[in-house]
C-alpha cells in the first residue's frame, strides 16, 4: 500500500536559517504529492502541492519539488520566521478509490527568535 | 467564504456515554472524511463517504459510526465501544481525485 515517511521531529532552527524537511514515499501509479501546516490547536492548512514529476510546488516562501526518480518531495525554505513554527505533514493522494489522503507522521519546526 | 465547521470545539465524554461530533461544508464536495489524530502522530482514516447514503470504513472505524444524509453534512458518532477515545478529530473534504482537501479546525474530545 501507500506510505509516507517524514523525518522525525522537532526540528529546532534559528530565525533566518535555512529549512529543509525530507519526505519519501511509496505508491503505485502516479501520486498527487502535498505538503500541509498545522498550528497549535487547528486543523491542517494546505500549504503546496505538485500534480506529476519534477512539478514544484511554492507557497509563502516554502518549496518542494516531485522527485519521482528518487521518491522524494522535500520541504525547504531559504529563511524561516518564528511564525513558521508549526507541524508539517507530508502526505499524497493515490488512492483513487477512497479519495483519501496518506499522511506522514509529521515534523515539528521550532523557530528561535 | 466557503469551508468546513466542526463542532464543538472541545467535548467531553463520560463513561458508558455516545457522543455525536458535526461536521459540516459549503464547498458543494461530494467526498468526506474523518480523521483521529493523536499526539505526536500522523492522521488515521476513520471513516469517509464519496457520495450522499453511502459510506465506508476507514483503517480505524471500530468504536464509531457515521452517516450521510445531506451532502453538507457527515456527523460522527463516538461510541461506548470505542475504549480510547481521547483524541484530536479532524473533518475534511474534496472534490476532484488527486485534488487537496480541505480541513476543519478539529474537535478535541476528552474523557471525564
Known amino acids: 500500500g501507500n506510505s509516507v515517511t517524514q523525518m522525525e521531529g522537532p526540528v529546532t532552527l534559528s530565525e533566518e536559517a535555512f529549512l529543509t524537511i525530507n519526505c519519501t514515499y511509496t505508491?503505485?501509479?502516479?501520486?498527487?504529492l502535498f505538503w500541509y501546516v498545522q498550528y497549535p490547536g487547528e486543523g491542517l492548512q494546505l500549504l503546496l502541492k505538485?500534480?506529476?514529476?519534477?512539478d514544484k510546488g511554492s507557497n509563502k516562501g516554502f518549496e518542494a519539488t516531485y522527485r519521482k526518480e528518487t521518491t522524494s518531495f522535500h520541504l525547504e525554505k531559504g529563511s524561516v520566521q518564528v511564525s513558521d513554527s508549526a507541524v508539517y505533514f507530508c502526505?499524497?493522494?493515490?488512492?483513487?478509490?477512497?479519495?483519501?489522503?496518506?499522511f506522514g507522521s509529521g515534523t515539528r519546526l521550532q523557530v528561535q527568535p | 467564504d466557503g469551508g468546513i465547521t466542526q463542532s464543538p470545539k472541545y467535548l467531553f465524554r463520560k463513561e458508558g456515554q455516545n457522543v455525536t461530533l458535526s461536521c459540516e461544508q459549503n464547498?458543494?464536495?461530494?467526498?468526506m472524511y474523518w480523521y483521529r489524530q493523536d499526539p505526536g502522530q500522523g492522521l488515521r482514516l476513520i471513516y469517509y463517504?464519496?457520495?450522499?447514503?453511502?459510506?465506508q470504513k476507514g483503517d480505524i472505524a471500530e468504536g464509531y459510526s457515521v452517516s450521510r444524509e445531506k451532502k453538507e453534512s457527515f456527523p460522527l458518532t463516538v461510541t461506548s465501544a470505542q475504549k480510547n477515545p481521547t483524541a484530536f478529530y479532524l473533518c475534511?473534504?474534496?472534490?476532484?481525485?488527486?485534488?487537496?482537501?480541505?480541513f476543519g479546525d478539529g474537535t478535541r474530545l476528552s474523557i471525564l
Open positions: 463517504s464519496q457520495i450522499v447514503n453511502d459510506f
Open positions: 464547498l458543494n464536495h461530494d467526498a
Open positions: 475534511a473534504s474534496t472534490g476532484q481525485i488527486n485534488q487537496p482537501q480541505h
Open positions: 505508491a503505485t501509479g502516479y501520486p498527487s
Open positions: 502526505a499524497l493522494s493515490g488512492d483513487t478509490g477512497r479519495r483519501a489522503l496518506t
Open positions: 505538485a500534480t506529476k514529476a519534477d
